[in-house]
């Protein structure tokens, strides 16, 4: 079966930085997203990799190694705003996204 | 520029009603995706279109119905409103596959 993991919540500091991992198996690879969900709100587009690497984007980066089936999405200089659930989705063969449950990032003043 | 329009934003059905969640997008997309989001599950797909009059079956497709007549309507039917159809009801839409999908601000559905 398909199966993407993410850890279910983390908490961090404002200002700090966080990284939060998620490791997929899917039948076949056609790229991992990145969204963001505020809670009782639609998600939003973070980031995409579909090479192996880190994409940088201002305060928020995103790896992949395809070879380990792992990806983390890097947030530096946290800020309260920042609260959210991380969804990681990988697509899949078919073109598809298949979702992980998300992580619940709880900053702290 | 709206992007991606969900009505209603709220809906209580008893068992066994039926329904239909809008979806409207003005951003002349040609994919459009249904999904569902359940506490503690990540997002199921629905049903998806790459265009209009062209439909296709997602992951948890049972007890739904699609229709794409234009670019830019995608409304999602229920028959038989059953509990477990309560949910969360995301549509989205984007211009490929790959590339990043665009979210309505979701139809809270329960179902009692």
């Known amino acids: 079966g398909q199966n993407i993991d993410q850890p279910t919540e983390m908490t961090a500091t404002e200002g700090a930085i966080v990284q939060i991992n998620c490791t997929y198996q899917t039948s076949g690879f056609n790229g991992l997203f990145w969204y963001q969900q505020h809670a009782g709100e639609a998600p939003t587009f973070l980031s995409y990799?579909?090479l192996d690497g880190l994409e940088e984007k201002g305060r928020f980066s995103s790896f992949l190694s395809r070879s380990k089936g792992y990806s983390y999405l890097l947030l530096k200089e946290l800020q309260m705003k920042d609260s959210a659930s991380y969804l990681c989705a990988v697509m899949d063969s078919n073109y598809q996204l298949i979702w992980g449950a998300g992580t619940k990032l709880i900053i702290k003043p | 520029n709206a992007g991606v329009t969900q009505t209603p934003k709220f809906r209580i059905l008893k068992i066994g009603q039926s329904m239909t969640l809008q979806c409207t997008q003005d951003?002349?997309?040609?994919?459009m995706y249904w999904y569902r989001q359940d506490p503690g599950m990540g997002l199921k797909l629905i049903y998806y279109?790459?265009?209009?009059?062209?439909?296709d079956k997602g992951e948890v497709p049972n007890g739904y119905n699609v229709s794409r007549s234009t670019t830019e309507d995608f409304p999602l039917r229920l028959e038989l409103a059953a509990p477990s159809q309560t949910s969360v009801y995301f549509c989205?839409?984007?211009?490929?596959?790959?590339?990043?999908?665009?979210f309505g601000d979701g139809t809270r559905l329960s179902i009692l």
């Open positions: 279109s790459v265009g209009a009059g062209i439909t």
């Open positions: 951003m002349n997309h040609n994919y």
């Open positions: 989205a839409s984007g211009t490929r596959e790959n590339q990043p999908q665009h």
């Open positions: 990799n579909v």
